[in-house]
């Protein structure tokens, strides 16, 4: 979902820039923003953090394998 800035009174605008020209342009120039994308840079740090964290292999056996599939199966 992409938006327009706020107004005085805090009221966005929201923009279709998969079908407008003139908000794709306004995407392309930083003018509407996603509002997913709205995270402070501290926030967005620990996430980077917390994922790079996360980001490793994990090894199983293939008889401990098995025995994971066949409870979810039995279950």
């Known amino acids: 979902m992409w938006f327009y800035p706020a107004d005085e009174k805090g009221n966005s ?3 279709f820039p998969h079908r407008s020209k003139v908000d ?3 995407m392309k ?3 509407v923003q996603n509002i ?3 995270r402070n840079p501290e926030e967005n740090e620990r996430r ?3 994922m790079q964290e996360l ?3 994990i090894y199983v056996s293939d008889d401990l ?3 994971y599939v066949d409870d ?3 279950q």
């Open 13 to 15: 605008l929201v923009a």
């Open 24 to 26: 794709y342009d306004a």
């Open 29 to 31: 120039e930083g003018i």
């Open 36 to 38: 997913f994308d709205r």
């Open 48 to 50: 980077k953090k917390e």
């Open 55 to 57: 980001d490793f292999e």
């Open 65 to 67: 394998l098995r025995d």
């Open 72 to 74: 979810i199966f039995a």
